[in-house]
């Protein structure tokens, strides 16, 4: 009871200080050219104004650029198109380079070259579309400069409050992950280790001194039966040590050579999985299994010690894993669910599962640079366990949340996502 109390009391704790945090913090995934206050004190951002490519205004004088992200059939592009006094500039007027300073001091250097009306960049802007943008155009001898906040999926959490609300990180790299099939099963009394006992001489039995269930040792007492030819007694007792799963012994019975006890040694039980033909093939002799009893959540590991050679009515084929059950945690007849490894598949890149959220049309993690938290977009190949192969979107070396990712998350949604285009 007190551990409950004490249970509760925490996840009350971490919701309320994910509350008051979420509440008293102001994200940073948006778009900052101008700040101001409102009449209740809180930030308010002007919107950028946009032109009729629906780019956005950079105006300085009576120069004017229009900037955009261009991605109608192609990548993510910038384009651009300069006016003075109102009227359309031909792209050749002007020199235009655009530096992006992405989280953690990465810039990409975009130079432009002429396309019809347009000015087009030449580099691929690739997401996320989070960055510091310095502009600088150049026309008959005159540079005009601009700089603006583009910010999405980024958002900052001071280093005691991230430790209070449980925040962990992991630096992304290469791992050897385990390939495996789920299969579903039961656990089921190993029957070579089941003794069967009968009477040695067929006679009346004149008095039974274990029940079924109960647990016995070696050499313990059994019944006693008074023999039908000697009329002397003899004693039957156990052979090993277990449980009586099988008794059909009562006093004044004649034993007629019958089964009289079943003895179960418990300390090694069998798990008895279902593997469909689909998956059949990937099964190996040794191949590493994990068990979990869906009933208590128990998990053991044990290895492919059979597999039989005649299906199911469901075409499905049986496979035995010996496990070793000293502490008596896996009782027989127990539901089971399990995964069997066919293989190993060494990723170049990958991050932990608990770590991916979606954002947007995304899977995501979020990359953590000092306070700073922002989105990075994957390419997900195999996902095996606890991992998920990354083929792009993040670099190795990367420290990334793999734990409570979701309260990065809460905090980006709550302050919206700009994107500018």
């Known amino acids: 009871m007190n551990n409950t109390i004490k249970i509760l009391s925490g996840q009350i704790w971490l919701s309320l200080l994910l509350v008051t945090f979420l509440s008293a913090c102001d994200g940073t995934n948006s778009e900052q ?6 009449a209740h004190g809180e930030s308010s951002e002007a919107e950028p104004e946009k032109g009729p490519h629906q780019g956005r205004l950079l105006k300085e004088g009576d120069f004017t650029l229009e900037l955009a992200i261009f991605e109608t059939g192609v990548p993510p592009e910038f384009r651009a198109w300069a006016t003075k006094n109102d009227k359309a500039l031909s792209p050749d007027e002007v020199d235009l380079n655009i530096k992006l300073t992405r989280l953690g001091g990465k810039i990409d250097d975009i130079n432009f070259t002429q396309q019809g009306d347009a000015l ?19 026309h008959n001898g005159a540079t005009h400069t601009w700089e603006y906040d583009n910010f999405e999926g980024r958002t900052k959490i001071e280093t005691a409050v991230a430790e209070a609300l449980d925040i962990e990180t992991t630096v992304a ?3 050897v992950m385990q390939k495996t099939i789920s299969v579903y099963g039961q656990i ?9 006992i009968n009477a040695r001489f067929d ?14 040792r070696k050499g313990q007492k059994l019944a006693t039966i008074e023999s ?38 418990t300390r090694s039980v069998w798990a008895e999985l279902s593997v469909f033909p689909a998956d059949l093939a990937q099964v190996k002799m040794g191949a590493r299994v994990t068990i ?18 005649l299906a199911e009515v469901d075409q499905s084929v049986k496979v035995r894993v010996v496990l070793d059950n000293k502490k008596g945690q896996l009782r027989p007849g127990r539901h089971i669910s399990g995964t069997i490894t066919v293989g190993k598949h060494t990723a170049a890149l990958a991050v932990k599962r608990s770590g991916l959220q979606a954002f947007r049309d995304f899977t995501v993690v979020y990359a953590q640079i000092g306070e700073e938290y922002e989105v990075r977009m994957l390419e997900l190949g195999l996902q095996a366990g606890e991992w998920a192969e990354v083929l792009s979107g993040l670099e190795p070396g990367t420290r990334y949340v793999s734990e409570n990712s979701y309260v990065i998350k809460a905090d980006i949604e709550k302050s919206g996502a700009a994107h500018d285009h």
Do not use: W
């Not at 087009?120 to 150049?138: K, L």
């Not at 009933?295 to 039989?308: A, D, E, L, R, Y």
């Open 120 to 138: 087009r960049g030449d580099t691929v802007i690739y997401e996320p579309h989070s960055f510091v943008v310095t502009i600088n155009a150049t």
């Open 173 to 175: 790299g290469s791992v």
């Open 188 to 196: 089921t009394a190993n029957s070579e280790r089941l003794s069967k």
């Open 228 to 265: 039908n030819e000697s009329l002397q007694l003899f004693t039957i007792t156990s052979p090993i040590n277990g449980v009586i799963s099988q008794r059909d012994a009562n006093v004044g019975e004649q034993t007629n050579g019958r089964q009289l006890f079943t003895i179960m040694d």
């Open 203 to 216: 006679g009346t039995i004149k008095s039974v001194l274990a029940s079924q269930g109960e647990q016995v």
């Open 292 to 309: 979990t009893d869906t009933t208590s959540g128990h998990t053991v590991k044990g290895k492919v010690s059979q597999i039989n050679p």
């Open 33 to 38: 050219t101008l700040s101001s206050k409102d």
